[in-house]
């Protein structure tokens, strides 16, 4: 089992920044590709980005593109996903994303652990 947990939302204005972190416990080490999506109130979960293992592949949805940064950190079994220049369309629930696999790009079924969430709301 692997365990995600989901830190660093919160209400900002338009323009500013947030980190998200994603702690992950449990069967870490064979734990692949990580995916960050959200979902906003009345719409389906939507992909936002994912990054491989080893940090060689990333990639973003056109919203986010230029905006947002996936890294992690595997040593301290983190992933981030810094946002910047915060839009009010941003507003969401984020939810971090585990992948046994080597690699998962956008596909949400490819997923098999998920978090629990956290709320980020940006005010115009």
């Known amino acids: 089992q692997v365990q995600l947990v989901e830190s660093g939302g919160g209400l900002v204005q338009a323009g500013g920044s947030l980190r998200l972190s994603c702690a992950v416990s449990?069967?870490?080490?064979?734990?692949?590709?990580m995916g960050w999506f959200r979902q906003s109130p009345g719409k389906k979960r939507q992909f936002v980005a994912a990054?491989?293992?080893?940090?060689?592949?990333?990639t973003y949805a056109d919203s986010v593109q230029g905006r947002f940064i996936i890294s992690r950190d595997n040593a301290k079994n983190t992933v981030y996903l810094q946002m910047n220049t915060l839009k009010p369309e941003d507003t969401a629930v984020y939810y971090c994303?585990?992948?046994?696999?080597?690699?998962?790009?956008?596909?949400?079924?490819?997923?098999?652990?998920w978090g629990q969430g956290t709320q980020v709301t940006v005010s115009s």
């Open positions: 994303a585990a992948h046994m696999g080597p690699w998962s790009g956008q596909r949400e079924s490819d997923y098999e652990y």
């Open positions: 990054i491989s293992r080893s940090s060689s592949t990333i």
């Open positions: 449990g069967r870490t080490f064979s734990t692949g590709s």
